[in-house]
């Protein structure tokens, strides 16, 4: 017995119903199952969801207490138990409230770090902040994870404001991507930022040095262009960067939730402090509707509710991410980050092993570019992938409008033909045209098929803008935190990642021949001895 029980049964009762008969038997389906906010339009009647199974969904959501722990969130409450934190990214979105965290007002120490953004980054933009060879030219951004993901995918998707200085970022501990990032700039005209909320990670820690070194070749006072951003002000210090380039915020703002705090710095300085104050108000915005809405009306709830219909109740393991939006090219990595280190959790928040699965594979790419590689097996595969559309109304290049229509058409074609299918008489008729008779076209109609029947949803706005994407990126967040609500488990803590990177720091003395690897599996050993071999 578990809080799915109801659901699983009623979704056993109308398992063989088809998506497309609940348009046919009510006319109003795709108003009734979509719900709107501030210009944007959450689609969910492409699924199987009926008022039946809408209601039972919205009695999980109340039932496993997420009101409650949405507030207890807002509040500044340690709902990250197993770290022992709070959990207030949202107040960087939000930095006119006052909100108390052990006692103590945590808003004017964040107020004036944000203060001092905004000037940092209009000197950099402005040139009042000079390298040793001029005006700032390119910004290189060395961090990974949450400390990588928000950025890029925000920059990139804000490229129409992006007028600062050229932007890159450098995250793989595989030289080649540090290498490769500095190899066309110059460091006299190049900052640094080094974004690292705990300034440990081996892999910023070692590009960070790398950079030191690739500039000190060429400028007199390498840290002079460097900037930082952790939460640990003591360790910025001992790199040598001077305490006023480096932003502090504190350990309840999780890494995956980090691009609205200093993190954002990279992006502040490419798009300039009030496109980002936007995107931070778009953020705002969604947490606004998350926290007043009613659940039947709420987007994060009801995108929540829908993920946990696919994956919890009809079994179905991973999502596609698929935004008809090329400058959100990196929206499903940086979601990957965000919904898996989030909810890919096998225990639930009092340490008991959890009876039902948590979060799902989630993966994608934007559309048209999918439809080339890997929609076949979303038509035509034998597993069920449950999709999420994206798509603005209106592109931003007027000159080519035309391919915005394109774009749409081929994004709501998508859904249709998830929907809709293609049954096997169709297939024949169109083998027949082609000139096929008996067996042949009974097999060739047979591998034109389209099962058809597969849900989707598609979330509709106006235009990508800073405040449309702060909205999408909250939206996402919420939605995160809903299902890991409702699943029972710790959404803000990462212990996933430790072991890997124990068990590396371990193995690099054994590449490198001065360690024997006592206790290594004999797989582990062998290919160590084969890498120390080939590199002679
Ligand atoms: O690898 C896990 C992780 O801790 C992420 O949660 C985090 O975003 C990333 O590493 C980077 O951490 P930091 O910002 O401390 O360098």
New binding site residues.
């Given amino acids: 017995m578990n809080q799915f029980d109801d659901l699983i049964a009623h979704a056993a009762g109308v398992q063989g119903r088809s998506i497309l008969s609940l348009f046919d038997a009510d006319p109003h389906r795709a108003g009734a199952f979509a719900a709107e906010y501030d210009g944007m339009l959450f689609d969910y009647s492409k699924t199987n969801i009926d008022a039946t199974g809408r209601g039972l969904l919205l009695d999980l959501a109340r039932k496993a207490g997420v009101a409650e722990k949405r507030d207890a969130m807002f509040s500044g409450a340690k709902i990250n138990e197993t770290e022992g934190r709070a959990v207030l990214h949202t107040a960087w979105r939000n930095p006119g409230a006052e909100i108390v965290v052990d006692g103590h007002d945590v808003m004017p120490a964040l107020r004036e770090t944000l203060a001092r953004l905004h000037a940092f980054a209009e000197d950099v933009r402005s040139g009042r902040f000079r390298g040793q060879g001029g005006k700032i030219t390119d910004v290189v951004n060395i ?5 990588d993901l928000g950025p890029v995918m925000a920059t990139l998707a804000m490229a129409p404001w992006h007028d600062g200085p050229r932007t890159h970022f450098v995250s793989n501990v595989d030289g080649a991507h540090i290498h490769d990032t500095l190899a066309v700039l110059n460091p006299e005209t190049t900052l640094v930022i080094v ?7 081996v892999e ?1 820690m070692t590009n960070a040095e790398a950079a030191r070194h690739w500039m000190a070749a060429r400028v007199t006072d390498p840290t002079a262009q460097f900037a930082a951003i952790s939460t640990a002000t003591d360790r910025t210090e001992a790199f040598g960067i001077a305490h006023e380039r480096v932003f502090g915020f504190e350990d309840w703002v ?3 939730y ?1 691009v609205w705090s200093p993190i954002g710095l990279s992006v502040m300085i490419a798009v300039g402090p009030g496109h980002f104050d936007e995107f931070l108000a778009g953020g705002a915005a969604m947490d606004r509707h998350f926290r007043t809405a009613p659940f039947e009306a709420n987007l994060p709830v009801l995108l929540a509710l829908v993920g946990v219909w696919h994956n919890q109740i009809l079994g179905h393991a991973t999502r596609a991410v698929l935004p008809y939006d090329q400058r959100l090219l990196r929206l499903p990595a940086y979601l990957q ?1 965000l919904e898996m ?1 989030s909810n890919g959790k096998r225990v639930s928040m009092d340490g008991a092993d959890l009876p039902y699965n948590s979060g799902p594979v989630v993966w994608g790419e934007p559309g048209t570019n999918g439809q080339h590689a890997f929609y076949q097996l979303i038509h035509q595969g034998t597993r069920v992938v449950p999709c999420e559309f994206l798509i603005a109304a209106e592109g931003h290049e007027p000159n080519l409008a035309h391919q915005h229509i394109l774009l749409a058409a081929n994004c709501l074609a998508q859904s249709e033909a998830l929907l809709r299918g293609r049954s096997l008489d169709v297939a024949r008729e169109i083998c027949r045209k082609k000139g096929f008779s008996g067996a042949e076209l009974e097999r060739q109609a047979r591998h034109r098929v389209f099962p058809g029947n597969r849900p989707s949803t598609t979330l509709l706005y106006p235009k990508l803008t800073p405040f449309t994407l702060g909205q999408i990126v909250a939206l996402y967040e919420h939605r995160v935190f809903v299902e890991g609500a409702i699943l029972g488990i710790n959404s803000f803590d ?1 212990w996933g ?1 430790e072991l890997g ?1 124990e068990l590396a720091m371990a193995l690099a003395p054994v590449l490198e021949g001065t360690a024997d690897g006592a206790g290594k599996d004999g797989s582990t050993l062998a290919l160590a001895a084969r890498i120390r071999a080939l590199r002679g």
Avoid: C, D, L, N
């Avoid at 961090?143 to 400390?147: A, E, L, P």
């Avoid at 974004?195 to 990670?201: N, R, V």
């Fill in positions: 961090g990974i994870g949450g400390s974004a690292s909320k705990t300034f440990t990670t910023t999780g890494g995956r980090s980050q280190e990462q990642v990177k």
